[in-house]
């Protein structure tokens, strides 16, 4: 079993910068797909970012490509999304998610239903 902890959300203006970081319990992390969903108000749950167990792969949503980038340290147990550029419609709140696809190390998945392990959430607030 994994548990999850997403720390790093808050308030930043438009244009601004925001790292999300998520720590995650147990000494198998590197085996687990991470991912990265968010969910504003009145809005269904959507995808945003998925890295593989190994962290060689990585896939965006378009909506994020070339300003939000996920990564993984695993000797650290926590993988992070490095949020640039925000926009007013990226505020959300932000879900850490874990995927057990073994025992590919290079899977990814962008499907939340592949996801069995989900953190509370962090609250991203951008301001225009």
């Known amino acids: 079993q994994v548990q999850l902890v997403e720390s790093g959300g808050g308030l930043v203006q438009a244009g601004g910068s925001l790292r999300l970081?998520?720590?995650?319990?147990?000494r198998t992390f590197s085996s687990y797909t991470m991912g990265w969903f968010r969910q504003a108000p009145g809005k269904e749950r959507e995808f945003?970012?998925?890295?593989?167990?190994?962290?060689s792969v990585t896939y965006h949503a378009?909506?994020?490509k070339g300003r939000?980038?996920?990564?993984?340290?695993?000797?650290?147990?926590?993988?992070?999304?490095q949020m640039n550029g925000l926009k007013p419609?990226?505020?959300?709140?932000?879900?850490?998610?874990?995927?057990?696809?073994?025992p590919s190390i290079v899977a990814v998945?962008?499907?939340?239903?592949?996801?069995a392990y989900w953190g509370q959430?962090?609250?991203v607030t951008v301001s225009s």
């Not at 945003?48 to 962290?55: F, L, M, N, P, Q």
């Open 109 to 115: 998945s962008a499907n939340e239903d592949e996801y």
């Open 48 to 55: 945003v970012a998925t890295i593989s167990g190994s962290g």
């Open 121 to 123: 959430g962090t609250q």
């Open 21 to 26: 970081s998520c720590a995650a319990s147990g």
């Open 68 to 81: 939000f980038t996920i990564s993984r340290d695993n000797a650290k147990n926590t993988v992070y999304l």
């Open 89 to 102: 419609e990226d505020a959300a709140v932000y879900y850490c998610a874990a995927a057990d696809l073994a």
């Open 62 to 64: 378009d909506s994020v």
